[in-house]
């Protein structure tokens, strides 16, 4: 059994070997193509080449023709004719013309073509491209150009025939136009232009309300796309074989709909149309007559994915009535019925099938649903075997994983997208639509080229879907370095020099540096509050390491751009993400010089500190300039004044540290109640403060010293000096029995983010509550894969009347509520703990949206010196769960309060 098992581990090793050294022999092409056969010698192009096609001249011959001039310096014959030195377009009929005309040139006329494949012929007197369709011709060209800028030597390309066409037929790429940035037309047609190159042939652009309705005028935004432009960009994208997909999201996700005035009585909640009014489809049918016809394809994509909250509001007789599932159904059916007259399928999230299983087969048949994931999982069966299960037509969504973040995360995105058109190719998916979302709206498209461009590369030619995990690991790694080297030459110019290289380098980073670096709400993010995490004392080193490699990085990026031929412009925007990240990690180090200086260190002086300050306000605003301009360069003004006031919240915090102040609430109860003290950070600036009141100016209080508060209170204070108001510094605070009375913390808090810690370890018993619509502000502690225990000591048997312990749950954010709260309770520190109570809840897993729940129960007058309290965990993510099943759920909670 063994040796039989070596032997098929032996002949998978040789097959990748061969593979490799045959399909990859140095021929530097995005997508690889399906079949290569090299001949001896090469085909050197001259001047006076010819270029004949047996069709009428169009669009892509003249493009030839032009690139050839413009971009290569290649003269041609004034009098073109078929023979040597001529560049040949045959197009064939139909299959039984191309096999036989396959067979007097002696190829392999076994070889079919399909609707778009070709195949390329070099040899020593011509180039022949040799396919039944315009499509093929067009692909064809596109190898033959990168031929000529990757592989050429001396104006010479290597004699050989390439037999191609691709494994699925629809290969599509998403612009989010409706999260922030809208592109400019120039934009959208560079994506056609170089998205076309390596034979993508679908596009859409994700459309919440961005689209400029003639019967509904107030609704996009100024500067919206029109119908117009999308005619306009459909007659470019069908030049380039691209056909544009319709797209509007016709269920959830219509917050910037429905926040209208106009509109307001429409929603369900604040981001779902109510499917229990009959003028909702009134609406959907309005703007169905006006942007459906624009677009010319078969699909029309209705999204209706996160769907939270359905039936909490208007809908919630007909969900008793007739169930979430039969809604759901009900409205799908609605929009199919408003897209008939138009003759388009549609086409929606895979949510569906996940999520309302039971529906399925009643759906339109010809349907198609969109398994979706972005995560780097080694295996995407989870998310696509229920989508097969149902029968219905499917294609699989992974994504570039730009959203969020300063820079792509490269090293996700070539997991995700390799792995999961892999397992869509396994399962019998039939397209591809490879995603780019701007969830924050600070996203810069010219950052998404590689990994767009690697989702092309192995939609045309997919990975091996039967391999093992291992060998499929080898297969990724080995076509990532060489697609790669590949990508600087086809998409950049470049000869020897690598772009590539230093761009993985630079967000290798993310993965071994310091953590979350490389997301946009660290950049943004304020200096206060300091957590934990950021001032460690062993990462000042780090921080001052990572900025030296930064800065020899850009350095190194800035000597290849000036060497870059072609699409240049991403490479501005790679410079500024660098320059983002060491922001960052300056604005790190600033915190660690402000929490020693906080707390006695002398490692700086005030005016050092204040200089500091003053050199990291003085930075951000020169990124604010250069961000400007990079938007511009590619974007409408649209939601920059969004991104312009992030910028201006920056700068004016940092210059408002000159005036901070902290409130400081003491965890030891004493006969006075509880101490708090309020501190400016440079000691000479006054501060003043009120308890219960919000505003604070120059008639409030003084701030002379401690103060004891023995109830719940508010407090604000700001410093006032020389007439000028810093900001109010707010905390609410609430009074007792147990605060500060932790024994011990039987739990790890996450380390996902650093406010996961609420604190430190006192976080659940130091008298301050969580907002549900505030996560990340400290006061609430996360746990993930584990349950919260607490061990509380009252220092002396006291009586205990009344428990409360607030939960959150987010569940589409991975946060789900307890199952239940135990309370245990013991006299001595020797004895076992006895179970006093139980708090149950039946607040399901599915309850959409983000709250909070406290958990609470009288204790009857219990005299006790200590208390035990454990939060059982979820567990697993459920099945349903757009993450899949095989992640831990996480769980919050703020404060226990003991009465």
Request: charged share 25%; proline share 4%.
């Amino acid at each position: 059994m063994r040796k039989h098992m070596n032997t098929n581990k032996f002949l998978l090793l040789l097959s990748l070997l061969f593979f490799y050294s045959t399909a990859f022999a140095q021929l530097n092409l995005i997508p690889q193509p399906q079949k290569v056969e090299q001949q001896k010698g090469f085909f050197e192009i001259k001047k006076n080449i010819s270029l004949v096609s047996n069709y009428p001249s169009n669009h892509q011959n003249q493009a030839l023709v032009k690139w050839l001039k413009e971009v290569q310096n290649i003269e041609f014959n004034a009098s073109p004719r078929i023979g040597k030195n001529s560049i040949q377009l045959l197009r064939q009929p139909d299959q039984a013309a191309f096999s036989n005309f396959l067979k007097q040139e002696k190829l392999d006329y076994s070889f079919e073509a399909g609707e778009e494949g070709y195949v390329l012929q070099v040899s020593r007197e011509n180039i022949k491209i040799i396919s039944t369709s315009h499509a093929g011709i067009f692909y064809g060209i596109q190898t033959l150009k990168q031929l000529i800028t990757a592989n050429a030597v001396n104006n010479q390309i290597p004699c050989l025939v390439i037999y191609d066409k691709p494994d699925f037929p629809i290969r599509a790429w998403q612009d989010d136009i409706s999260r922030g940035p809208i592109p400019t037309m120039d934009m959208l047609k560079d994506q056609i232009r170089n998205m076309s190159a390596y034979k993508l042939n679908y596009f859409t652009l994700y459309t919440e309300h961005t689209f400029k309705l003639d019967k509904h005028p107030g609704i996009a935004p100024e500067d919206g796309i029109t119908k117009q432009e999308l005619r306009e960009l459909a007659e470019f994208a069908r030049k380039h074989h691209v056909t544009l997909i319709g797209n509007y999201q016709s269920f959830g996700h219509m917050e910037e709909t429905l926040v209208h005035p106009d509109y307001k009585h429409l929603a369900e909640n604040d981001h779902i149309i109510s499917p229990a009014l009959e003028e909702s489809y009134d609406f959907l049918r309005d703007v169905y007559s006006e942007i459906v016809p624009v677009y010319d394809g078969q699909f029309f994509n209705i999204n209706c994915d996160e769907t939270f909250g359905l039936g909490e509001g208007k809908s919630k007789d007909m969900v008793e009535k007739l169930g979430i599932d039969g809604v759901y159904l009900y409205h799908i059916k609605r929009l199919n019925d408003l897209l008939q007259p138009y003759g388009k399928s549609i086409l929606m999230w895979g949510d569906i099938a996940a999520n309302h299983p039971r529906i399925v087969q009643e759906l339109p048949k010809d349907i198609t649903v969109i398994a979706w994931g972005y995560h780097a999982a080694k295996s995407f069966d989870s998310s696509i075997t229920p989508i097969t299960a149902t029968g219905l037509n499917f294609w699989v969504a992974p994504g570039v994983s730009c959203w969020r973040n300063v820079y792509p995360s490269l090293n996700t995105a070539k997991i995700n997208i390799f792995n999961f058109v892999r397992d869509g190719k396994k399962h019998g998916a039939t397209g591809i639509l490879n995603t780019t979302w701007d969830d924050d709206g600070f996203n810069l498209f010219q950052n998404n080229w590689h990994g767009l461009a690697w989702g092309a590369e192995v939609s045309w030619k997919a990975p091996d879907p039967n391999l093992s995990e291992e060998y499929s690991a080898k297969e990724m790694e080995d076509r990532y370095a060489h697609f790669n080297r590949t990508f600087d030459q086809t998409f950049y110019g470049l000869k020897k020099e690598s772009l590539t290289e230093k761009m993985n380098r630079f967000i290798a980073l993310s993965r071994g540096g310091v953590k979350n670096i490389f997301i946009n709400q660290r950049f943004f993010e304020p200096v206060f509050p300091i957590h934990a995490e950021y001032v460690q004392p062993e990462k000042r080193a780090q921080y001052l390491k990572e900025i030296d490699y930064l800065k020899n990085l850009f350095n190194e990026v800035e000597t290849t751009a000036k060497k870059v031929t072609q699409n240049g412009q991403s490479t501005a925007n790679l410079l500024f993400a660098i320059s983002q990240v060491q922001f960052t990690l300056k604005k790190n180090l600033l915190r660690m010089d402000v929490n020693d200086f906080m707390n006695g260190r002398k490692n700086v002086s005030a005016s050092q500190l204040q200089q500091s300050i003053r050199n990291l306000a003085l930075e951000a605003g020169k990124l604010k300039t250069s961000y400007k301009e990079l938007w511009l360069n590619e974007n409408r003004l649209s939601w920059l004044d969004v991104n312009m006031k992030k910028y201006d919240e920056l700068i004016q915090g940092i210059n408002d540290l000159e005036g901070h102040c902290f409130i400081k609430a003491h965890n030891e109860l004493t006969e006075k109640g509880r101490k708090v003290s309020i501190e400016p950070l440079f000691k000479e600036k006054p501060v003043y403060y009120e308890i219960n009141k919000d505003h604070v100016t120059s008639d409030s209080k003084k701030y002379s010293g401690p103060f004891y508060l023995k109830s719940d209170a508010k407090i604000s204070a700001r410093v006032i000096q020389d007439n000028q108001n810093f900001p109010v510094v707010k905390d609410s605070l609430i009074y007792h029995k147990a605060i500060g009375k932790l024994a011990r913390l039987n739990a790890v808090p996450s380390d996902y983010h650093p406010s996961y810690d609420g604190g430190g370890k006192m976080a659940l018993l130091d008298g301050k509550l969580g907002n549900p619509a505030a996560l990340r502000t400290g006061r609430w502690q996360g746990f993930s894969g584990q349950n919260i225990e607490v061990e509380i000591d009252m220092g002396e048997r006291t009586g205990l009347n009344k428990f409360s312990m607030g939960c959150y749950q987010n569940t589409h954010s991975w946060v789900i509520l307890p199952k239940n709260i135990r309370i245990y309770a013991k006299d001595t520190e020797l004895e076992n703990y006895r179970l006093i109570k139980i708090i149950e809840h039946d607040i399901s897993p599915k309850e959409g949206g983000a709250f909070k729940h406290v958990f609470e129960t009288t204790l009857g007058g219990l005299n006790v010196r200590y208390l035990k309290v454990q939060a059982e965990w979820y567990g697993k993510l459920p099945e349903w769960h757009h993450a899949g099943s095989e992640y831990d759920s996480m769980l919050f909670a703020d404060e226990i309060i003991i009465e």
